[in-house]
């Protein structure tokens, strides 16, 4: 209970960023979405060749379970550490925009392709191999995102008018970036062996 009021403070006093984030991933989202319609016929085929072998994979269930859940953490793991970082830097937070504006795209773009290439089974594949892991995702996306601002804020202000010693926060930024890492673990399980069941009963 106390956690949750916690967030909920937390959520409202950094509304407006939230709010910012939230709309970058969204425009990320759509420009991904609208790039689709601007792709050669060679990049589609061979998109469409890799969504193939994918899907054949599923069915055969040749795809390393542990591979897959290893680079799926080890992806978002990156983004984590790279945005941890920016916040330690006083230009960390339009690179940190940037990021966020990438996840969109690449969500968007991924999605975009296969409605449109697959028509009902790319909505379906989308749904059942996309869409369970980044319920986790997107969320941790823009919660470490504004607390990656937010340090890049302070440590810009010169800490000016904090209570809180450089030290001690810093060390408070970095737990709280290690907590988000073990979160993505879960999104991480999700994607390697929950997303592909889902999806070897559609195929």
Known sequence: MKLRRKLKQHVIENRWQYLLITLIFIFGVFIGDYKVMGL???VKSHLLSLIDDFLKGGIN???DKQVIFFNSFLNQAKSIIAVWFLGLTVIGMPIILG?????????????AFLVQERAVSGVLISILSILPQNL?????V?????????????IARGRAGSAVSLGRALVSYTLLMTVFLLIVLVGAFIE???SPWFLSLFV
Do not use: E
């Open 136 to 140: 986790v995702y997107i969320p941790l």
């Open 99 to 111: 990021v966020v504006f990438y996840k969109g795209f690449s969500l968007g773009f991924t999605i």
């Open 61 to 63: 269930a040749d795809l």
């Open 40 to 42: 050669a016929g060679g």
């Open 142 to 154: 823009i919660i470490w995102s504004v607390v990656g601002i937010n340090f890049s804020v302070y």
């Open 192 to 194: 390697a062996y929950l």
